[in-house]
């Protein structure tokens, strides 16, 4: 995984860069203000679930790095807001704007209510193996010779 700043270091950047950018105008930067802000307590409340903290930070980095980056109000919405994943039958439809850690957390969150669908299951494994680089397999494969070593 990522190695990113403390999100509390993150977010206070991220705010001033957003209200300093003279580049852009007055509602691009208090757009970017209000995302960044929406970032931080979602992450927040991702921290009350239990989530790990270097996950979260990546979250924030991420995020905030896409909302400064943006150059509409829609896609600053668009990037600030939890990720919707879409699947059109065959595939998985990627989003340029949501952050794949972000979407893992929320999928193994809602497989805590209920065991995903089939087609879930890939996206979660995918990302989990994009996010941490080693399958989920590998992971217990590794465990299981560690308990018995």
Excluded at 15 to 24: E, G, P, T
Excluded at 120 to 143: H, P
């Amino acid at each position: 995984m990522e190695r990113a700043n403390p999100r509390e270091l993150t977010f206070v950047k991220g705010i001033l860069d957003a209200l300093l950018d003279q580049a852009s105008n007055a509602k691009l930067r208090e757009e970017r203000f209000k995302a960044i802000h929406l970032t931080k307590s979602l992450t927040d409340k991702y921290a009350e679930w239990g989530i790990r903290n270097d996950l979260l930070n990546v979250i924030m980095q991420k995020k905030t790095n896409l909302i400064l980056a943006a150059d509409s109000i829609s896609d600053i919405q668009r990037a600030a807001k939890p990720p919707k994943p879409r699947h059109n039958g065959a595939t998985w439809i990627e989003d340029p704007f949501t952050v794949p850690e972000e979407e893992l957390v929320l999928w193994l969150q809602m497989s805590l209510e209920r065991p995903p669908s089939e087609i879930a299951y890939r996206r979660i494994t995918k990302l989990f193996t994009q996010t941490f680089g080693i399958s989920a397999e590998d992971l217990g494969r590794n465990v299981e010779k560690a308990n018995d070593g």
